[in-house]
């Protein structure tokens, strides 16, 4: 007999994320090992729950192959030191990877199964170029299934610039440099030294410490964005400096359910409410997060007024102006990304979601009467996914939006 269990969030931890290439710090790092940090990280910061009783280990790449392939989940967490008997798997979904391991494993909880689970991600984008090595099925193209362009993912977002012209360059590069401002903030009040695992690392010049973001500009001003080349197309609107950066990174959360939760003497951080995904147009990829959730919202019951706090991740900030619009949300909203978003900290596609559940978990804390908050992606090849968390911190007052 079946008896599920609420998802509870109690823990996550990340790699500080690092510029791809050959002049990123992690460029002689493995990114099997970032993700193995990140892991051992969070297990040995909750020596509370005895290794051997991590049920399963999920963790998402969207290149699996090299140092990101042979089943990322089973042997990060062998070299993080779980047991053998801890099982693992790897997960792909392109940017929702950590966000669709989170669900996945989150599901196994909620249907009884597991107790304790590991669900991350990793991407080195410097090692493992977006669309190296790839094959698309010629007849995506042929009949016209999808569109070429749709698999560069600057392209999908001049289409929505293309698409939706009140999303003007200026409002992209607004909302740009507000993500640098808040990520700054959000460095010198502290809001990311619980989520941030230093990590060693090798070059040329010895070996050094990685323990902050490499791409953060806290110095970015209008005109310095205003005169950025366009590179995906002349005369364009999306620049480097109003998408997210080419990044290296990996994340690691532990989910469990009411049972663990009381055995091992654990906080519930955050509640899973619901999740969804959705598809839409390739072409315009960066409208996914509206379908999957208003999806999200539907299964759960709630309206999007019920949404005190949001961590939409920022591949474009195009994409993200498309979200907020639609929901009728202000661009500089109090309640959105509030310690900034990827185009400042970076975007290790399969990394990514947990990063946004380490930061709601983070706000979670500091905002008490916000009961409900949304984690969300964007989607190559056209998807969104959408994860509702509910807040245990919620002081019962009536529900507000952060900054409200
Ligand atoms: C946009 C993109 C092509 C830029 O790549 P890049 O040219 O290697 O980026 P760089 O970091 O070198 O920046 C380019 C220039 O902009 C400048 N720049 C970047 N951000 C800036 C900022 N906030 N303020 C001022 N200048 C900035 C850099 O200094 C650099 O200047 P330089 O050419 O004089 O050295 C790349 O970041 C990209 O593809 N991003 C999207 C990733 C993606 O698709 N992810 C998946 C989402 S679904």
Redesign the pocket.
């Known amino acids: 007999m079946v008896t599920g269990s609420e998802v509870h969030f109690i823990d996550g931890t990340r790699t500080p994320f690092g510029?791809a290439?050959e002049k990123g710090m992690y460029w002689g790092t493995r990114a099997d090992d970032l993700a193995v940090k990140a892991m051992k990280a969070l297990i040995d910061r909750n020596p509370q729950i005895p290794a051997d009783r991590y049920d399963d280990v999920a963790i998402a790449a969207t290149t699996q192959q090299g140092d990101q392939g042979l089943t990322l989940g089973r042997t990060t967490a062998i070299l993080a030191g779980l047991p053998l008997s801890v099982p693992g798997l790897a997960i792909e979904r392109?940017?929702a990877g950590a966000l669709t391991a989170s669900a996945l494993m989150g599901s196994t909880i909620g249907f009884g199964q597991n107790d304790v689970v590991i669900a991350g991600g990793v991407e080195h984008m410097g090692h493992h170029p977006?669309g190296q090595g790839v094959d698309p099925n010629p007849r995506f193209l042929s009949e016209r299934l999808v569109d070429g362009e749709a698999l560069n993912?600057?392209n999908t977002a001049e289409r929505l610039h293309d698409r939706y012209p009140q999303y003007t360059k200026e409002r992209a590069d607004r909302f740009?440099l507000a993500s640098?401002q808040k990520a700054a903030k959000a460095y010198e009040d502290g809001n990311f030294t619980r989520d941030l695992v230093p990590v060693a690392i090798e070059s040329e010049a010895g070996w050094g410490l990685a323990d902050r973001d490499e791409h953060l500009?806290p110095d970015?001003?209008m005109e310095?964005?205003a005169g950025?080349?366009t590179?995906?197309r002349p005369h364009g609107r999306?620049?480097?400096?109003n998408?997210?950066?080419?990044t290296d990174g990996a994340t690691a959360s532990i989910l469990v359910s009411d049972d663990a939760l009381k055995e091992f003497g654990l906080k519930s951080r955050m509640k899973m409410v619901s999740f969804a995904f959705a598809g839409v147009e390739p072409e315009v990829?960066g409208l996914g997060p509206i379908p999957s959730t208003e999806k999200a919202l539907k299964r759960a019951g709630l309206k999007i007024d019920d949404i005190g706090l949001f961590e939409l991740n920022e591949?474009?900030a195009v994409q993200v102006l498309s979200f907020l619009d639609h929901f009728g949300i202000a661009d500089d909203d109090a309640s959105v990304n509030r310690f900034g978003g990827a185009i400042a900290l970076g975007?290790p596609?399969a990394a990514s979601g947990v990063r946004l559940m380490m930061q709601l978990a983070n706000q979670f804390e500091q905002f008490p009467e916000v009961r409900y908050g949304v984690t969300a992606l964007?989607?190559?090849l056209g998807q969104g996914g959408t994860i509702i968390w509910e807040n245990p911190s919620w002081n019962g007052k009536k529900h507000a939006r952060a900054g409200k």
Do not use: D, E
């Open positions: 510029r290439g392109m940017c977006m993912m600057g740009a640098q500009r970015t001003t310095g964005l950025l080349k590179p995906f999306v620049t480097a400096g998408a997210s950066p080419l990829m591949a474009f975007h596609l964007c989607v190559g």
